[in-house]
């Protein structure tokens, strides 16, 4: 048991460091090998949510969960906030963890009276406020944005893609930024101080409601992560209460998206859907490896962020970014040939559309909302 634990951090922490790719590719390949240990699955996707931000803050190659954190967070790393930013990511992460257990008593009944119809509803009500939160003209921009992400994300789905997530959410929300960087010079800095610059009950509070926002999206299979932070945007007035939130958001909905599978049988990520039917005697066991779990990576995590930034800052800061551009170009069509090209083109115009028309790049989470709203 201790051996598949341990294996699960270690695969984890590889799939959160490196830059596009997703848990969800790194179990499929590992289940092609007859890989297929349930404590491993589980570790190994709950730390790549505690290290997913790494790529995101230092490159600004996102993940489905982090997307909307990009830009925020790469604003931060101009200021030499960087590690900053990690540090956060790993303790609202584990907060989200900690503030879990006494949701349970709560979730459990919640997770057996799901219905479709309030998924669309409340997908619906955010469209709304996503466009309402504009001023003035931005206000049809900012619909036109989400009308336009909102139809390339439903021809997408229907293309026979592997990976059709990493395409969408690299060109609409990593692309830009790594364009946007191309002209900076660099290289990366990093103030020696790392502590949060945010009172403690100001982020514990934030962390919370992260956790009931992952909670929520957990539930609502049409509600996924990044919608549920897209919420979080509008309840933060900077961008360290807004990455608290997506942090945490981040951590919780896999906690309790595995709650929900072992209480109900429902599938609502990628790694669950490789595990096996477990009972519900098995949770607590889960529960405290998770929390086994959490303090391990806050142990490593911030060092292993810290020579990795390191790494990175020895390197011509524009001679990096188009060689991450590159190597996101390669790693989309390795994934899906031409087609997956064709869709991280037409993901990175939209992204890059949004940033010209001058209207917040969260208008173009309609790549999922808009589908949710006229199909399911």
Known sequence: MLWELLMGILAGTLSGITPGIHVNTLAAFLSTMNVSNDLLLFSMGLVHTFLDAVPSVFLGVPD??????????????????????????????????????????????????????LGRLLVVLLAFVL?????????????????????????????????????????????PVLIGALNSRGPLTNDEDSSIRMGHTRFLGLSLVGTALGMMASLIPAFTASQAALIGSLMSRDERSFLTIVFSVNTSNFLFSFVNFVETGRVRNGIVALMGPLGVGSLKLYLL????????VLLYGEPLASEILKLISRLPYRWMNRSILLFLIVLSFLFDGPSGIMVLVGASLV??????????????????????????
Request: charged share 10%.
């Open 131 to 175: 466009v309402l939160t504009e001023k003035g003209v931005k206000r049809l921009y900012a619909v036109f944005v989400f009308l336009l992400s909102g139809l390339l994300g439903i021809l997408t789905f229907r293309l026979p893609l592997s990976q059709p997530y990493y395409h969408l959410f690299t060109g609409l929300f990593g692309v």
């Open 289 to 296: 490896a998770a929390l086994f779990i959490a303090m391990v």
């Open 64 to 117: 489905e969960g982090t997307a909307l954190g990009v830009l925020p967070a790469h604003r931060l790393v101009l200021r030499g906030r960087a590690m900053e930013v990690i540090r956060m990511s790993l303790w609202a992460s584990s907060l989200a963890l900690v503030f879990s257990l006494p949701l349970l008593p709560v979730y459990l009944p919640l997770a057996h009276i799901y219905t479709p119809e």
């Open 351 to 376: 992204g890059l559309l949004a940033v010209s028309l001058g209207v917040k790049r969260t208008n173009c989470m309609g790549v999922l909302m808009l589908s949710v709203i006229l199909i399911s």
